[in-house]
């Protein structure tokens, strides 16, 4: 019976929990406990904060199921990341220094606010976005992986990248195009949030 559990989809292990078989909740924790406490411990860096977050994320993922506001759209794993990532977010707001602002009637304290929410938010999505990237390029065809390391990291110009590469412009642009085809079709097939 448990060999069967193991291999029903996201969706239909979330519609037997629903029911009430709880082993289906812990099948799927099983399947993505190690991925999600491993984005959690890479961003933040820190053992006691990253086992809070995860447990965090995971509660929340029991209560938006059980109270049924959860949607099957077979994307289970991109929403229980969405939520770590948001829960990370709020502990990087929450224990980050509030920036002093000078009182002057020109100075308007919400627009600061703002800016530092915004760039803790985005300094933490360029982390992992970065971090998906070099992983996913690995997996690229080699004249594919070296257009994107001489253009990306390189910071090449493509006629820089066709002399090195000893093709033609043309040919060089054609490879970063299948490159980034590549690389967006990989990161769906290993749940990977990127930014292309």
């Given at each position: 019976?448990?060999?069967k559990?193991?291999?029903?989809t996201?969706?239909?292990?979330?519609?037997?929990?629903?029911?009430?078989d709880?082993?289906?909740?812990?099948?799927?924790?099983?399947?993505?406990?190690?991925?999600?406490?491993?984005y959690?411990f890479?961003?933040?860096?820190?053992k006691?904060?990253?086992?809070?977050?995860?447990?965090d994320?995971?509660y929340?993922?029991?209560v938006?199921?059980n109270s049924?506001?959860?949607?099957?759209?077979?994307?289970?794993?991109?929403?229980?990341?969405?939520?770590a990532?948001?829960?990370?977010?709020?502990?990087?707001?929450?224990?980050?220094?509030?920036?002093?602002?000078?009182?002057?009637?020109?100075?308007?304290?919400?627009?600061n606010?703002?800016?530092?929410?915004?760039?803790?938010?985005?300094t933490?999505m360029?982390?992992?976005?970065?971090q998906?990237?070099?992983?996913?390029?690995?997996m690229l065809?080699?004249?594919?992986?070296?257009?994107?390391?001489l253009?990306?990291?390189?910071?090449?110009?493509?006629?820089?990248?066709?002399?090195?590469?000893?093709?033609?412009?043309?040919?060089?642009?054609?490879?970063m195009?299948?490159?980034?085809?590549?690389?967006?079709?990989?990161a769906?097939?290993?749940?990977?949030?990127i930014?292309?």
């Amino acid at each position: 019976m448990e060999a069967k559990i193991r291999q029903l989809t996201d969706n239909e292990l979330i519609t037997r929990y629903r029911e009430g078989d709880t082993s289906c909740f812990e099948v799927l924790l099983g399947r993505y406990q190690a991925k999600v406490y491993g984005y959690i411990f890479s961003v933040v860096k820190d053992k006691e904060i990253a086992d809070d977050i995860f447990q965090d994320t995971f509660y929340k993922v029991i209560v938006t199921i059980n109270s049924d506001s959860y949607k099957d759209e077979n994307k289970f794993i991109h929403w229980v990341m969405r939520i770590a990532h948001n829960l990370i977010v709020d502990h990087y707001r929450r224990n980050n220094k509030m920036p002093v602002v000078p009182n002057r009637p020109d100075n308007n304290v919400v627009d600061n606010l703002k800016v530092q929410d915004d760039n803790v938010e985005r300094t933490i999505m360029k982390k992992q976005t970065s971090q998906n990237i070099r992983r996913l390029v690995k997996m690229l065809p080699p004249e594919q992986r070296r257009v994107v390391i001489l253009r990306h990291y390189g910071k090449c110009e493509f006629k820089d990248i066709a002399a090195r590469t000893g093709v033609s412009i043309n040919t060089a642009l054609g490879r970063m195009r299948y490159a980034i085809i590549n690389l967006r079709r990989l990161a769906r097939e290993n749940n990977m949030y990127i930014e292309l």
